[in-house]
């Protein structure tokens, strides 16, 4: 069984957001495997949209055995079991692209040294380095 490590960075803006993100990682330690580190959690302001709603965000290591799709499936059915509606693509047309409050938002950062280019899938994540709630709490557990 191959280890990666993957790191996912968790958002909530709706409901509880701490229950949300540890409900979240608890979820990601039993499907996709080990949390090795977490960061802090930083409350932030909405990013791409209005809303009164500031987000809860950090960032989490994992070991995993799962694929990047399979890591993605995992991530994707987590969102929606906690409630999230509808997830828009960051790499979606921009003109196009919608980001709306949600009680959890998990992304694929980065997985191992892997590059990932395909039309649902970008890893890196293509968006990361712009985001300050990202960039903080992965700096935080990359020490």
């Known amino acids: ?21 540890r409900k979240a990682v608890s979820l990601i330690q ?4 080990e949390v090795a580190r977490q960061s802090p959690l930083i409350e932030t302001e ?7 709603n500031r987000f809860l965000n950090g960032v989490i290591l994992c070991h995993t055995a799962l694929t990047p799709r399979q890591v993605l499936k995992v991530t994707q059915k987590i969102e929606r079991e ?18 709306h409050d949600r009680p959890i938002d998990i992304d694929i950062l980065l997985y191992d040294d892997l ?15 712009e985001r300050d709630f990202v960039m903080i709490p992965l700096e935080e557990i990359r020490k």
């Open 1 to 21: 069984m191959t280890d990666h490590q993957v790191y996912l960075g968790l958002g909530s803006n709706i409901g509880d957001r701490e229950a949300n993100i």
């Open 30 to 33: 039993e499907r996709i495997g």
């Open 46 to 52: 909405p990013w791409g949209f209005e809303s009164d």
């Open 82 to 99: 906690l409630g999230r509606k509808k997830k828009t693509s960051p790499t979606a047309n921009r003109s196009t692209l919608t980001y």
């Open 115 to 129: 590059t990932v280019d395909e039309p649902d899938l970008k890893i890196p994540h293509p968006l990361m380095r």
